[in-house]
């Protein structure tokens, strides 16, 4: 099982990026997949979900900013994230959970500064 996640870099505020995480190894039809992001000193924070059928929710703290998409043909979800802030830079992280098991890609890093 893969998570390979990427689309990070560096944004000024104001600014977009769309993160993709391609999974492999899985039926990724069936899963609910989900988007974290760890700050720096900070506990990792659940960022929204995106179930099988394509039904979303979010953190309170990115609703109307972020969105969570998927094609289930090319195996894929996004992040796609708006309005980005200097508090949004984390490294952001792809997950699912099959069981008590807990899949993780390697996250990649967001930078928003001026």
């Known amino acids: 099982v893969q998570l390979q996640a990427s689309g990070g870099g560096f944004v000024q505020p104001g600014g977009s990026l769309r993160l993709s995480c391609a999974v492999s190894?899985?039926?990724?039809?069936?899963?609910?997949m989900n988007w974290y992001r760890q700050a720096l000193g900070k506990q990792r924070e659940l960022v929204g979900s995106?179930?099988?059928?394509?039904?979303?929710n979010y953190a309170d703290s990115v609703k109307g900013q972020f969105t969570i998409a998927r094609d289930n043909a090319k195996n894929t979800v996004y992040l796609q994230m708006n309005s980005l802030k200097p508090e949004d830079t984390a490294v952001y992280l792809c997950?699912?959970?099959?069981?008590?098991?807990?899949?993780w890609g390697q996250g990649t890093l967001v930078t928003v500064s001026s």
């Open positions: 997950n699912f959970n099959l069981g008590l098991r807990e899949y």
């Open positions: 995106i179930t099988s059928g394509g039904s979303t």
């Open positions: 190894g899985v039926i990724f039809s069936t899963k609910v």
